[in-house]
């Protein structure tokens, strides 16, 4: 009786143990609700520290669906991973054509007509594959069963495009994607008028059984309006916008499709690899075990820099999704319904330029997040020296300008000050009625651009400092012999010169910054010559070294201690003499 009771007792203790520490130990493994408090670089966590601290404003990167989230195997090849049989040919594999010497005189002519070197894009195989530049661990990413994932619906748009690299185009996104996750191509034709776009293309398409759409518009709409005609004609739950010079890693789609699964109001964009226009060679445009994030300067041109060290600890793998400012603008994908939920792009915006950032600061101002994929890469060619025009031939010589006024009165509140700063001279241009975006604005409860800048883009200024006001801006004439500052045509590190004057703008700014464009312009000892704006270390210090005297008319280098002067014919700096016109300088503003 002593033995049983005593081994009952023992199997009590046993039980108890089990059943309050063993098994829920064991249910953690797999619950997704297991409290992470102690692990504070776990990725929830740091989104949860940033949403505590901003008030909860923070967009959940994880979304209403966390279970579609990819899982990472080691060593356990992914689920869509496809398995390929070596190809030969020329170009395969990313690698450029080169062409006999008496084939170059052609093709020269079809860059001028194309942007690209047509010659040897049409020795290449349409079903060409390219080399992979994807980290090696996305080759281990498991997505979710394609019932579980949106359908595509790609938007290419062209006008007068070369037949080969357009066609590339299409069988590349056909031979890459799951045919079960491709739900239609949309080729959009914005009034192209070359023969080989005509019947030829409608009767070529027919081959893929309905899965490649063409349609035309009656007018040159420009990419901008012919991307929302394609969004509008899309049968898939995503649209996914590509140029029509592209050419797709494998398994590029799925990364993208899965992100949106997890947060439809994600836009995942895809890596863009570089495609040459001179012989199709297909590289990567980023240094290994690195990563980039989309942003601008404040004249809304372009730029990228490293991805700061804080989001840096937001993914457990370094090919995990990441958050962006902005993106470059011809490559993404978005749920269609949140598209058109926050008004596609802005009717206003035309042609090209600046629609990136409105979709960007929209996305993330209205609760949206936009996401760099680094296990999807989409290579891209970038057009060679073209010189046959696409440009409507009534289009708005300063429709960029306008499309960037748009955006900013509509979403960046009083930083849309620096923007005019940086360009004052549009600032009488007419933009237009924004009523419509500012009434979606005001609908979606969006936040302001100080949130953005402050949570999203907080890593900007530290490269792109808010610029300083300028003390004058315009052209710059001298008093005496009526010529003026021209920095058009010569090379970085050459002297700044004068010549006949012809509306070329400067600023010099109150921090004694003198600049034109994102051109700098520094002394050297007797000369003043120009520079990139950027240091060495990629940051725009918006100082400088120049004074201008409103009253004395004159220009002086802080370090030289001395005054731009001009004989008519060259510009130096010499020994300040008030006395002298040919150091005094009248600036005139000038607007478009």
């Given at each position: 009786?002593?033995?049983?009771?005593?081994?009952s007792?023992?199997?009590?203790?046993?039980?108890?143990?089990?059943?309050?520490?063993?098994?829920?130990?064991?249910?953690?493994?797999?619950?997704s609700?297991?409290?992470?408090?102690?692990?504070n670089?776990?990725?929830?966590?740091?989104d949860?520290?940033?949403?505590?601290e901003n008030?909860?404003?923070?967009?959940?990167?994880?979304?209403?669906?966390?279970e579609?989230?990819?899982?990472?195997?080691?060593?356990?090849?992914g689920?869509?991973?496809?398995?390929?049989?070596?190809?030969?040919?020329?170009?395969?594999?990313?690698?450029?054509?080169?062409?006999?010497?008496?084939?170059?005189?052609?093709?020269?002519?079809?860059?001028?007509?194309?942007?690209?070197n047509?010659?040897?894009?049409?020795?290449?195989?349409?079903?060409?594959?390219?080399?992979?530049?994807?980290?090696?661990?996305?080759?281990?990413?498991?997505?979710?069963?394609?019932s579980?994932?949106?359908?595509?619906?790609?938007?290419?748009?062209?006008?007068?495009?070369?037949?080969?690299?357009?066609?590339?185009?299409?069988?590349s996104?056909?031979?890459?994607?799951?045919?079960?996750?491709?739900?239609?191509?949309?080729?959009?034709?914005?009034?192209?008028n070359?023969?080989?776009l005509?019947?030829?293309?409608?009767?070529y398409?027919?081959?893929?059984?309905?899965?490649?759409?063409?349609?035309?518009?009656?007018?040159?709409?420009?990419?901008?309006?012919?991307?929302?005609?394609?969004?509008?004609?899309?049968?898939?739950?995503?649209?996914?916008?590509?140029d029509?010079?592209?050419?797709?890693?494998?398994?590029?789609?799925?990364?993208?499709?899965?992100?949106?699964?997890v947060?439809?109001?994600?836009?995942?964009?895809?890596?863009?690899?570089?495609?040459?226009?001179?012989?199709?060679?297909?590289?990567?445009?980023?240094?290994?075990?690195?990563?980039?994030?989309?942003?601008?300067?404040?004249?809304?041109?372009?730029?990228?820099?490293?991805?700061?060290p804080?989001?840096?600890?937001?993914?457990?793998?370094?090919?995990?999704?990441?958050?962006?400012?902005?993106?470059?603008?011809?490559?993404?994908?978005?749920?269609?319904?949140?598209?058109?939920?926050?008004?596609?792009?802005?009717?206003?915006?035309?042609?090209?330029?600046?629609?990136?950032?409105?979709?960007?600061?929209?996305?993330?101002?209205?609760?949206?997040?936009?996401?760099?994929?680094p296990?999807?890469?989409?290579?891209h060619?970038?057009?060679?020296?073209?010189?046959?025009?696409?440009?409507?031939?009534?289009?708005?010589?300063?429709?960029?300008s306008?499309?960037?006024?748009?955006?900013?009165?509509?979403?960046?509140?009083?930083?849309?000050?620096?923007?005019?700063?940086?360009?004052?001279?549009?600032?009488?241009?007419?933009?237009?009625?924004?009523?419509?975006?500012?009434?979606?604005?005001?609908k979606?409860?969006?936040?302001?651009?100080?949130?953005?800048?402050?949570?999203?883009a907080?890593?900007?200024?530290?490269k792109?400092?808010?610029?300083?006001?300028?003390?004058?801006?315009?052209?710059?004439?001298?008093?005496?012999?009526?010529?003026?500052?021209?920095?058009?045509?010569?090379?970085?590190?050459q002297?700044?010169?004068?010549?006949?004057?012809?509306?070329?703008?400067?600023?010099?700014?109150?921090?004694?910054?003198?600049?034109?464009?994102?051109?700098?312009?520094?002394?050297?000892?007797s000369?003043?010559?120009k520079?990139?704006?950027?240091?060495?270390?990629?940051?725009w210090?918006?100082?400088?070294?120049?004074?201008?005297?409103?009253?004395?008319?004159?220009?002086?280098?802080?370090k030289?201690?001395?005054c731009l002067?001009?004989?008519?014919?060259?510009?130096?700096?010499?020994?300040?003499?008030?006395?002298?016109?040919?150091?005094?300088?009248?600036?005139?503003?000038?607007y478009?």
């Amino acid at each position: 009786m002593v033995r049983l009771r005593y081994s009952s007792i023992a199997k009590l203790v046993a039980l108890f143990f089990v059943v309050f520490f063993i098994l829920p130990s064991f249910f953690n493994l797999y619950d997704s609700s297991t409290d992470i408090s102690d692990f504070n670089d776990h990725p929830r966590n740091i989104d949860h520290k940033r949403l505590v601290e901003n008030n909860g404003q923070l967009p959940n990167r994880y979304g209403e669906n966390p279970e579609n989230i990819a899982i990472f195997k080691e060593g356990v090849l992914g689920n869509y991973e496809p398995v390929l049989e070596p190809r030969t040919g020329p170009g395969e594999g990313g690698v450029g054509v080169n062409l006999a010497p008496e084939e170059k005189s052609a093709a020269e002519r079809t860059v001028r007509e194309f942007g690209f070197n047509m010659v040897a894009s049409d020795k290449i195989s349409l079903d060409r594959r390219i080399k992979d530049t994807r980290p090696a661990e996305c080759k281990y990413w498991h997505y979710p069963e394609s019932s579980k994932l949106p359908k595509a619906s790609v938007v290419i748009v062209f006008v007068n495009e070369g037949w080969s690299t357009l066609m590339r185009t299409v069988h590349s996104v056909i031979n890459t994607s799951p045919p079960e996750l491709l739900a239609d191509i949309i080729l959009v034709d914005d009034y192209s008028n070359k023969e080989h776009l005509k019947e030829k293309l409608e009767t070529y398409i027919t081959r893929f059984n309905g899965k490649v759409k063409l349609t035309r518009t009656t007018k040159r709409e420009g990419l901008v309006r012919a991307r929302v005609i394609g969004a509008e004609m899309a049968s898939g739950d995503v649209i996914v916008i590509l140029d029509a010079h592209c050419e797709c890693v494998a398994n590029w789609l799925p990364p993208l499709l899965t992100r949106i699964a997890v947060n439809r109001k994600i836009v995942a964009v895809p890596i863009v690899d570089k495609i040459s226009w001179q012989n199709l060679e297909h590289k990567s445009v980023y240094r290994e075990n690195m990563r980039y994030i989309g942003v601008f300067e404040w004249g809304f041109l372009y730029k990228e820099m490293a991805l700061p060290p804080f989001e840096e600890k937001t993914g457990k793998k370094f090919s995990d999704p990441y958050g962006s400012p902005t993106h470059a603008g011809g490559l993404l994908a978005i749920d269609k319904k949140w598209f058109f939920e926050l008004g596609g792009y802005d009717p206003g915006i035309k042609i090209w330029g600046g629609e990136q950032y409105e979709l960007s600061f929209k996305v993330w101002q209205c609760g949206g997040m936009v996401e760099w994929v680094p296990c999807s890469h989409v290579a891209h060619i970038y057009r060679g020296p073209r010189t046959e025009s696409v440009h409507p031939p009534d289009g708005n010589p300063h429709q960029t300008s306008i499309n960037h006024m748009r955006l900013a009165e509509t979403w960046m509140d009083e930083y849309k000050e620096y923007y005019y700063i940086r360009e004052p001279q549009i600032k009488r241009l007419d933009f237009g009625d924004i009523s419509e975006q500012l009434a979606i604005r005001e609908k979606l409860q969006c936040k302001s651009f100080k949130w953005f800048m402050e949570n999203i883009a907080y890593d900007l200024p530290k490269k792109f400092p808010l610029p300083p006001k300028n003390k004058v801006w315009g052209e710059c004439k001298n008093a005496k012999h009526r010529v003026c500052l021209s920095g058009w045509s010569i090379d970085f590190g050459q002297p700044l010169r004068i010549s006949r004057c012809h509306g070329e703008l400067f600023r010099l700014n109150v921090e004694g910054e003198l600049s034109s464009g994102e051109h700098c312009f520094v002394s050297d000892r007797s000369i003043v010559k120009k520079k990139f704006c950027l240091n060495y270390e990629g940051v725009w210090n918006p100082t400088g070294e120049w004074q201008y005297d409103l009253d004395k008319k004159t220009i002086k280098s802080s370090k030289e201690k001395t005054c731009l002067t001009t004989d008519g014919s060259n510009l130096k700096l010499e020994e300040c003499d008030d006395s002298n016109l040919s150091q005094k300088w009248d600036w005139k503003e000038i607007y478009y």
